[in-house]
């Protein structure tokens, strides 16, 4: 190798590190907040490693700093689109379990959820702790991992992408999460509306019983058993339509 190449291998990597860590960083199941930095780090840089031949052909380095710093710039933001749709697919959990919580009257049941630091309902917590261990053990993250491969084919590098595309598929992603929220939540949607329908017929046929006294534990006790049949189908849902959403980007 000549001494000549280095800057330009360099200036290559850096370019294919910006899009590779970003998106490693909002990777579904590796990109979490409790998986420590330096790991996430170290695992971005040997994916950019490895795809940098791949990416090599179709990255071309201007002369000028101000390309440089524009198509980097670019880099970024495709990462970052390409991420923050994923993430946007993945808190269809969180939205599920607070529909879930406040069937069943936990909602102000709340734990600090360990992937964003913020309180939220424990049912929601979760399932998404669940989903996160079942992407990791159904190996769902190489499907991510093989969606940064392919994105230099979808979305070569070249400036900024276009600014409809990226609220496009922004749009669509936030209304696929909304969608398999309520996909998922939908036992327990019905649940309720069958249990208050029953409540009111009962609260009209015995006025002189205390029906919150008799609703709050009866909700607990009856979600926690729709809970334990559908948990098996809820996961499967949302582990069928992750998986179809990050096989859009590699082509499958």
């Known amino acids: 190798m000549q001494i ?45 490693l490895m795809i940098l031949p791949v990416a090599r052909p179709s990255l071309r380095i201007p002369p000028d700093i101000s390309g440089v710093v524009a198509l980097l710039i670019g880099e970024l933001l495709i990462g970052l689109v390409i991420g923050l749709c994923a993430r946007l697919v993945m808190a269809c959990l969180q939205t599920a379990g607070t529909l879930v919580a406040q069937t069943m009257g936990l909602g102000f049941a709340m734990t600090v959820d360990p992937t964003g630091g913020l309180q939220n309902p424990s049912i929601g917590n979760f399932l ?25 084919r979808l979305l070569p590098p070249g400036g900024v992408p276009d600014l409809p595309d990226i609220l496009t598929l922004a749009v669509q992603s936030a209304a ?6 309520v996909q998922i939540a939908a036992p327990f949607l019905i649940f309720g509306l069958l249990f208050n329908l029953g ?43 992750l998986g179809a959403f990050l096989r859009q980007f590699t082509g499958n």
Not at 23 to 45: D, H, K, T
Not at 176 to 181: I, P
Not at 217 to 223: D, E, K, L, V, Y
């Open 4 to 48: 000549a190449i280095l800057p330009e291998i360099s200036a290559l990597f850096v370019l294919v590190f910006a899009r590779v860590g970003t998106l490693v960083m909002l990777m579904p199941g590796i990109g979490e907040r409790f998986i420590f930095s330096r790991g996430r780090l170290s695992l971005a840089f040997f994916i950019a």
């Open 199 to 241: 409540l009111g017929v009962l609260a009209r046929m015995m006025p002189q019983l205390q029906v919150f006294f008799l609703a709050v534990p009866a909700s607990i006790f009856g979600g926690m058993l729709v809970l334990l049949v559908v948990i098996g189908v809820m996961m499967s849902v949302f582990m069928n339509d």
């Open 128 to 152: 998404t702790m669940l989903g996160i261990t079942l992407i990791l053990t159904t190996d769902l993250h190489h499907i991510a991992i093989a969606a940064i491969h392919e994105s230099y």
């Open 176 to 181: 696929r999460g909304f969608a398999l929220a």
